[in-house]
T-cell receptor, first 113, second 112 residues
Framework: DQQVKQNSPSLSVQEGRISILNCDYTNSMFDYFLWYKKYPAEGPTFLISISSIKDKNEDGRFTVFLNKSAKHLSLHIVPSQPGDSAVYFC????????????FGTGTLLAVQP | EPEVTQTPSHQVTQMGQEVILRCVPI?????FYWYRQILGQKVEFLVS????????KSEIFDDQFSVERPDGSNFTLKIRSTKLEDSAMYFC??????????FGPGTRLTVL
């Protein structure tokens, strides 16, 4: 099931710079997208989400952009901090809250001090 | 801030044994889920639960799996006869109507 893809397994950025994490999807029926942060041996922590009726959502240092025509979303973290180092997953769903999330494979972000 | 809790944090069992994984969702949430992550793989959906019944389940969620909300606070996942391939991190999640899912810390299940 490759409906949600994160093609970069890892990303390294300097502290204070921008981190851009990318995610592509294939199912045009997806209408809600989420980003999660995950540390080893912990559960995914919700970061930010976006509905398909929007193309941008911002929350503090985190901004998610959605390009429906390209079936692409990205998460921008500005400025990046060492505590942001973790695995980031994008996830997608369609329909209501009972419906499943489809997760990507994750991108390991390392923020260098 | 309210959070999802799960017990135990680590469960070791013998193949063929039954296990029950427990979760306490966020108190005002109405939708409940189980996901799992086998080491090195994606987080995978198992089941969603709403209004005291299963709403959706994946192919993984076969007859060996069941879920229950025995009271107003707990949500459990039972695996009747565990297999080696059931070894994974199991995550409970809950949501209210806004579709954001909040996950618990997980239970690491090891089947020997």
């Amino acid at each position: 099931d490759q409906q949600v893809k994160q093609n970069s397994p890892s990303l390294s950025v300097q502290e204070g710079r921008i981190s851009i994490l990318n995610c592509d999807y294939t199912n045009s029926m997806f209408d809600y997208f989420l980003w999660y942060k995950k540390y080893p041996a912990e559960g995914p922590t919700f970061l930010i989400s976006i509905s398909s009726i929007k193309d941008k959502n911002e929350d503090g240092r985190f901004t998610v952009f959605l390009n429906k025509s390209a079936k692409h979303l990205s998460l921008h973290i500005v400025p990046s901090q060492p505590g942001d180092s973790a695995v980031y997953f994008c996830a997608a769903s369609r329909g209501g809250a009972t419906n499943k999330l489809i997760f990507g494979t994750g991108t390991l972000l390392a923020v260098q001090p | 801030e309210p959070e999802v809790t799960q017990t135990p944090s680590h469960q070791v069992t013998q193949m063929g044994q039954e296990v029950i994984l427990r979760c306490v969702p966020i108190s005002n949430h109405l939708y409940f889920y189980w996901y799992r992550q086998i080491l090195g793989q994606k987080v995978e959906f198992l089941v969603s639960f709403y209004n005291n019944e299963i709403s959706e389940k994946s192919e993984i969620f076969d007859d060996q799996f069941s879920v229950e909300r025995p009271d107003g606070s707990n949500f459990t996942l039972k695996i009747r006869s565990t297999k080696l391939e059931d070894s994974a991190m199991y995550f409970c999640a809950s949501s209210d109507n806004d579709r954001r899912r909040f996950f618990g810390p997980g239970t690491r299940l090891t089947v020997l």
